[in-house]
C-alpha cells in the first residue's frame, strides 16, 4: 500500500512528533508558604515609661544608692547601730580631708520626722492641685475674657504649687528661707538673662488676657495657621484647624494674629450661567428666591444673602457672585448652603448650568 496515496495516515516518526508537540508540560504546585508568627519581644520590666520617656529601674537604684552614700557620710548620726565614738571618728577623718564637714551635715535637718514630712507636703499639694483643677473644670463661663482667664489659671496652678511645695520642703529640711528670698533679686535678673524667651512667653501670656487681643473659642490666624484657640497658658496657645490638629505657638511668637471672631464675617459663592441666559430676567428672580434663606438657615445666615452681579465672563458661561453674612465658624459652610439651594433654584426654573464642551469638526465633509 502506497503512504503518499493517503494523506490522513501517520507514519510511526510523524506519531512520535506529535506525541512530542502534544506532551502536556509539567505543573509545578507550589504549597502555599504558611507565615509563621514574628515573637512578640517581652517587656522590659527594667525599665518605666513615664509620659513616653523611658527611665531605667538601675539608674534609679544607682542614684539612690549615691544619696544614701552621700548622706550616711556627711551625716553619720543617720546611722542607727553605730556608736557615738565611732560617728565622731568619721566626722573627724572626713574633717580632715574635706574641711568641716559639720557645716555640711548641720545645712540640713535630715532624719525620720522630716521625710516624713516632705511626703505630707507633697501629697497636699497634689491634692491641692487636683482639687483647685476640678473646681476650674467644673466652671463654665459665658464670656470668652472668662475662660481666657481660667485657662491661664490651670496653665499656672501647677507653676504656682510646685513653687510653693519646693520652698516649703526646704523649710521643713532647715533651710533659711529668708536668705533664698533676700537673694530673690540676684537670682531674678540671672533667669532674667538667661530664660528670656521664657520670661517673655510668660509675660505675653499674661496680656494677651488682659488686653482682650483674643480669646478662648475665638477663630484667628498666627502665622498662616487658621483655627480655634483652644487654650492660652502661661507659656504657649493651643489652637486647633478644621481638621483637628492642635498647633502649640509660644506667646511671644503671637504677632500680626488676624482675630475673625470680633465681626461678622461675608462668605461668597460663584455660579455659572449659560451664555443665552437673559440676566434681566433672572436678577429679579434671584433677589425674591435668596432672602427666603435667611428664614430657612436662620443659624447659618446673620443677613439675608444678596446677588452681587456678574463677577466674571469665562470660557463656558458667565460667572455669577452671590454673598451673605455669616459667622466666621461658617464661613465654609454658608457656601456649600448657597451652592445647593441655587442649584435647586435653577432646575426648577430651567436655568442651564453650563460645563466645558468639546465640538469636533470633520474637514473631510
Not at 492641685?129 to 490651670?154: C, D, E, M, W, Y
Not at 501670656?205 to 488682659?210: C, R, S, T, Y
Not at 444673602?305 to 455669616?326: C, F, M, T
Request: glycine residues 6%; proline residues 5%; charged residues 15%.
Amino acid at each position: 500500500m502506497d503512504n503518499t496515496n493517503i494523506p490522513e495516515q501517520l507514519t510511526s516518526a510523524n506519531v512520535a512528533n506529535a506525541a512530542e508537540q502534544t506532551e502536556t508540560p509539567a505543573v509545578t504546585v507550589q504549597q502555599p508558604q504558611v507565615q509563621q508568627p514574628v515573637p512578640q519581644p517581652k517587656p522590659d520590666r527594667s525599665q518605666i515609661t513615664i509620659k513616653g520617656k523611658t527611665i531605667k529601674i538601675t539608674t534609679v537604684i544607682k542614684w539612690a544608692v549615691i544619696l544614701l552614700v552621700f548622706l550616711i557620710v556627711t551625716n553619720p548620726g543617720i546611722i542607727p547601730f553605730l556608736p557615738e565614738d565611732v560617728k565622731t571618728n568619721i566626722i573627724n577623718s572626713w574633717s580632715k580631708v574635706f574641711g568641716n564637714v559639720e557645716k555640711i551635715s548641720g545645712t540640713f535637718v535630715f532624719n525620720w520626722a522630716t521625710i516624713f514630712q516632705v511626703i505630707a507636703i507633697i501629697m497636699m499639694m497634689i491634692l491641692v492641685t487636683s482639687l483647685i483643677r476640678f473646681i476650674v473644670q467644673h466652671i463654665h463661663p459665658k464670656t470668652g475674657k472668662a475662660k481666657s482667664a481660667l485657662s491661664l489659671l490651670n496653665s499656672a496652678l501647677s507653676y504656682i504649687t510646685a513653687l510653693l511645695g519646693f520652698f516649703w520642703c526646704l523649710a521643713a529640711i532647715g533651710v533659711n528661707i529668708t536668705a533664698i528670698l533676700a537673694s530673690v533679686g540676684i537670682v531674678a535678673l540671672i533667669i532674667g538673662f538667661g530664660a528670656q524667651s521664657l520670661v517673655e512667653d510668660l509675660v505675653t501670656g499674661i496680656f494677651l488676657v488682659f488686653e482682650d487681643q483674643f480669646n478662648v473659642g475665638d477663630i484667628i490666624e498666627a502665622g498662616g495657621f487658621r483655627g480655634v484657640v483652644e487654650s492660652i497658658g502661661i507659656r504657649t496657645t493651643a489652637i486647633r484647624d478644621m481638621g483637628g490638629n492642635i498647633k502649640i505657638i509660644n506667646n511671644s511668637d503671637l504677632r500680626n494674629v488676624l482675630n475673625r471672631s470680633t465681626a461678622a464675617s461675608f462668605a461668597t459663592t460663584l455660579v455659572s450661567v449659560a451664555y443665552s441666559t437673559d440676566l434681566d430676567k433672572l436678577a429679579p428672580k434671584l433677589n425674591e428666591f435668596l432672602p427666603s434663606l435667611k428664614g430657612k438657615y436662620p443659624e447659618i445666615f446673620l443677613e439675608e444673602p444678596s446677588y452681587l452681579g456678574v463677577q466674571e465672563l469665562s470660557d463656558s458661561g458667565v460667572i455669577l457672585k452671590i454673598g451673605a453674612r455669616v459667622h466666621e465658624k461658617d464661613i465654609y459652610k454658608a457656601p456649600r448652603i448657597l451652592n445647593h439651594e441655587i442649584k435647586g433654584f435653577f432646575d426648577k426654573n430651567g436655568i442651564e448650568i453650563p460645563f466645558p464642551q468639546v465640538v469636533i469638526h470633520n474637514s473631510n465633509k
